[in-house]
T-cell receptor, first 111, second 113 residues
C-alpha cells in the first residue's frame, strides 16, 4: 500500500463546476496536511494547509479532513481554466517527520 | 521576500560524469529539502537538513549522491557518477521549521545522455 494515494486522473471538469480531488494516507500519526498545485514544467506551490478535522475554506478552495477515515480532499468551486494543473497531496506526521507527497491528480478544466 | 534560488536551471551531461546543483533557501528558513521528481510522479525526498544537520537522508543513494549545507544556509547536491535513471527535475525547498509548509525553488532539469 502506498503511503499517499491519489487518483492520477486526468480529471476533466467543465468550467464553472466544482472539482473534487481526493487523497488517502496510511500513516495514522499524520497531523498536518498540505495541498500543492503544480503547473506543467513548474515547481509545486502551496495552496492549502489543514491541521484539524472538518473543512477549511480559502477563496474558491476548500480542504476537508477526516482523520478517522485517513482521508483529505480539496474542492475547487467555480473552476477556471487556470486551475488546470496537477494537485499534490502531502501529509506530515508532525515535527521532525518528513512530508510525503502523493503522485498527484491531473485536473483539466474544459471550456 | 525573495524565494528559494536554485542553479543551474538546466543541465545536460553524459552518464558517468558528475554534476552539482546549488540552492539558497528563503532567509530565516531553518529547514532545507532536496527532492527528485521524475516525470509523472510526485517529488521524492532525497535529503532534509535542519540548519546544518541532516534530519533524513534515508532515500539518498549514498553511493553516488552527496549533499551538504555548510553554515546552515545554502546547500549543494552532487551526483557522481551520474546514471541514466538520474534524469529528473531536482527541486530544492525550504521551510521555517520541520513539517511546516515548504516553498519550492524553480528546480534544475537534469538530462543524462
Amino acid at each position: 500500500q502506498k503511503e499517499v494515494e491519489q487518483n492520477s486522473g486526468p480529471l476533466s471538469v467543465p468550467e464553472g463546476a466544482i472539482a473534487s480531488l481526493n487523497c488517502t494516507y496510511s500513516d495514522r500519526g499524520s497531523q498536518s496536511f498540505f495541498w500543492y498545485r503544480q503547473y506543467s514544467g513548474k515547481s509545486p506551490e502551496l495552496i492549502m494547509s489543514i491541521y484539524s478535522n472538518g473543512d477549511k475554506e480559502d477563496g474558491r478552495f476548500t480542504a476537508q479532513l477526516n482523520k478517522a477515515s485517513q482521508y483529505v480532499s480539496l474542492l475547487i468551486r467555480d473552476s477556471q481554466p487556470s486551475d488546470s494543473a496537477t494537485y499534490l497531496c502531502a501529509p506530515s506526521a508532525g515535527r521532525a517527520s518528513k512530508i510525503i507527497f502523493g503522485s498527484g491528480t491531473r485536473l483539466s478544466i474544459r471550456p | 521576500e525573495a524565494g528559494v534560488a536554485q542553479s543551474p536551471r538546466y543541465k545536460i551531461i553524459e552518464k558517468r560524469q558528475s554534476v552539482a546543483f546549488w540552492c539558497n533557501p528563503i532567509s530565516g528558513h531553518a529547514t532545507l529539502y532536496w527532492y527528485q521528481q521524475i516525470l509523472g510522479q510526485g517529488p521524492k525526498l532525497l535529503i532534509q537538513f535542519q540548519n546544518n544537520g541532516v534530519v533524513d537522508d534515508s532515500q539518498l543513494p549514498k553511493d553516488r549522491f552527496s549533499a551538504e549545507r555548510l553554515k546552515g544556509v545554502d546547500s549543494t547536491l552532487k551526483i557522481q557518477p551520474a546514471k541514466l535513471e538520474d534524469s529528473a527535475v531536482y527541486l530544492c525547498a525550504s521551510s521555517l521549521d520541520l513539517s511546516q509548509p515548504q516553498h519550492f525553488g524553480d528546480g534544475t532539469r537534469l538530462s543524462i545522455l
